[in-house]
T-cell receptor, first 110, second 112 residues
């Protein structure tokens, strides 16, 4: 059972465009994290959100945690080729491990 | 501190052989996690240590898999009698608290 569904699975857009990727679940999470992973490397933490409705910004990236703490979105403004990678969301439910979605593979065309 | 270190980076082994991977976490992190990632999938939880105690094991971790963290510092993951289905990237992560893991670069296992 995939607890975290990420969409779209793949996204290829031109440099300079805006995009939003989604992470959805029927379960409530106490926290949600976003990671970016490049080929042959481990995931790198981008942000953790813990409060329903919380919005965090990291330069051109905007992360939002849903009011009910069941979903999250990542919006990238003016995408650049360096944003290319696999974006993973991961949720924690109070025990000590986090569960990952399958990820959105993003490719920014120069 | 250079982050989480995993060795080896790559391992090719014949089916039926045993393999062992090592993870050196960030020194002040008391929590250590092992995940497995196959192509096109997100990382799947395998097991978790707090200090030297193994607190949780996934059902994915069959009897052929064993993990240790003998002194609450580095950890090893051993796979006995490897099968082709064990081919994957094995990721180690460490943390101080629940929110925010630091991952290593992983060990890519190929069973031939």
């Amino acid at each position: 059972t995939q607890l975290l569904e990420q969409s779209p699975q793949f996204l290829s857009i031109q440099e300079g465009e805006n995009l939003t990727v989604y992470c959805n679940s029927s379960s409530v999470f106490s926290s949600l994290q976003w990671y970016r992973q490049e080929p042959g490397e481990g995931p790198v933490l981008l942000v953790t959100v813990v409060t329903g409705g919380e919005v965090k910004k990291l330069k051109r990236l905007t992360f939002q945690f849903g009011d009910a703490r069941k979903d999250s979105s990542l919006h990238i403004t003016a995408a650049q080729p360096g944003d290319t990678g696999l974006y993973l969301c991961a949720g924690g439910r109070g025990d000590d491990k986090i569960i990952f979605g399958k990820g959105t593979r993003l490719h920014i065309l120069p | 501190d250079t982050g989480v270190s995993q060795n080896p980076r790559h391992k090719i082994t014949k089916r039926g052989q045993n393999v062992t991977f090592r993870c050196d976490p960030i020194s002040e992190h008391n929590r250590l996690y092992w995940y497995r990632q196959t192509l096109g999938q997100g990382p799947e939880f395998l097991t978790y240590f707090q200090n030297e105690a193994q607190l949780e094991k996934s059902r994915l971790l069959s009897d052929r898999f064993s993990a240790e963290r003998p002194k609450g510092s580095f950890s090893t993951l051993e796979i006995q009698r490897t099968e082709q289905g064990d081919s994957a990237m094995y990721l180690c992560a460490s943390s101080i608290h629940r929110d925010g893991y630091t991952f290593g670069s992983g060990t890519r296992l190929t069973v031939v």
